[in-house]
């Protein structure tokens, strides 16, 4: 059998690691192309002595000639390249088989847009990319014929639930609705009065995952669920109307399709992500992920509410941009971007974030997408926008 190449873009982040520890554990199909970081050039030295990647992507050049001395004295024949340019070549590479698409934030775009146009095996796990870019990226898939398989572990379940002609659309294959769970992050039962004074250690201490800091803030605040959503219209063109969020503390089931014969179809499973990565890389086989069997008995309970949108004004704010269109999507991902690195240095309080993301979104009006530069720009107003709110307050 020949190995598949597979480049890991955000190899140094929770779902990179969790990806290769899935990759290590199926040496005789996978093969390592190339890996990429950020700051923690550490973890990827270490990575590439486990992995030993053809190549490894880094921010800038001193990055870079630094980790290529160490590499070589290692003995590793790895390429050490740093640059955006260069995350787009090691996505796109015609060697490449499998991209995972890990990076967090609207850094991720051009890299995983490249992969797409390359009619690459996408796994999506950065979902700011199909946010920002929605009809764009979608178009780049059809007409390179990528295939492009959900990471985000409610949109994998809700793949593995829809039937295999679902780019038919909803209406086409049956489906009613599609139920999107939530955790309700750790915040769901604080009183009120006490959200404006939380830490950003208090909301990264996820009750069921463990993730890297920003998807952890947007969980605590509900955008997850909200940029959820809206990739969820994208990856099963459905209409925002169609999307119904259910909460469900416990993160055993992972989402559910609402049939129109009235049968509802979920997809269970212990909360650990390297379940929907094993599935996105073997799909359609199955194989080992190294998750362990859901206990259902241990279980127990599986609970169900509706989400409190006064307590989470981020998933109201989400559907609107989700119903507006055209570039509201890539404003709301920046505002929340900008406003989510100030909770994180302690510039602004966990219910500013909401307050930032509306005030940017009312003050500047959602245009038509035409191509990517319109997206940036859209993208740069909003940070913009942000940024003058937040000089405002100081
Ligand atoms: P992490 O913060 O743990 O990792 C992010 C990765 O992106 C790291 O490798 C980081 O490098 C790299 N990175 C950060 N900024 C840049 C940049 N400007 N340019 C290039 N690379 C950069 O995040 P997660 O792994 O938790 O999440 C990654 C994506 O997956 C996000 O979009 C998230 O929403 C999505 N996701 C994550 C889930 C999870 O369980 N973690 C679940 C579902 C979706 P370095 O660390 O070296 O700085
Ligand atoms: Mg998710």
Known sequence: MTRKLVTVLGATGSIGVNTLDVLARHADAYTVFALTGH?????????????????????????????????QDAGLTTRVR????????????????????????????????????????VLLANKEALVMSG?????????????????????????????????????ATGVRR?????????????????????????????????????ISIDSASLMNKGLELIEACWLFAARPEQVEVVVHPQSVIHSLVDYVDG???????????????????A??????????????????????????????????????????????CAMLNAANEVAVAAFLQRRIGFTDIPVII?????????????????IMHADQQARQSAFDWLAARA
């Open 39 to 71: 700051s923690r050039m550490q973890a990827l030295y270490e990575q590439c002595l486990a992995h030993h990647p053809r190549y490894a992507v880094v921010a800038d050049a001193a990055q870079a000639q630094a980790l290529q001395a160490r590499l």
């Open 178 to 214: 599609i139920l999107l769970t939530a955790s309700g992050g750790p915040f769901r039962e604080m009183p009120l009065e006490q959200l404006s004074r939380v830490t950003p250690e208090q909301a990264c201490a996820h009750p069921n995952w463990s993730m890297g800091q920003k």
């Open 263 to 281: 049968s509802v179809l979920a997809q269970l499973g212990n909360p650990d992500m390297r379940t929907p990565i094993a599935h996105a890389l």
């Open 358 to 374: 509306e005030q940017v979104m009312n003050c500047l009006p959602s245009a038509q997408v035409i191509d990517l530069e319109h």
């Open 135 to 171: 009809a764009l990226f979608m178009d780049a898939v059809r007409v390179s014929g990528a295939e492009l398989l959900p990471i985000d572990s409610e949109h994998n379940a809700i793949f593995q639930c829809l039937p295999a002609d679902y780019q038919r659309g909803m209406a």
């Open 82 to 121: 740093h640059g955006e340019a260069a995350l787009a070549e090691v996505a796109a590479d015609e060697r490449v088989d499998v991209v995972m698409a890990a990076i967090v934030g609207a850094a991720g775009l051009v890299p995983t847009l490249a992969a797409a146009q390359a009619g690459k095996r």
């Open 283 to 328: 799909w359609p086989q199955r194989i080992d992920s190294g998750v362990s069997a859901l206990d259902l008995l241990a279980t127990g309970r599986l609970e169900f509410e509706a989400p409190d949108l006064q307590r989470f004004p981020c998933l109201r704010l989400a559907r609107h941009a989700a119903e507006a269109g055209g570039t509201a």
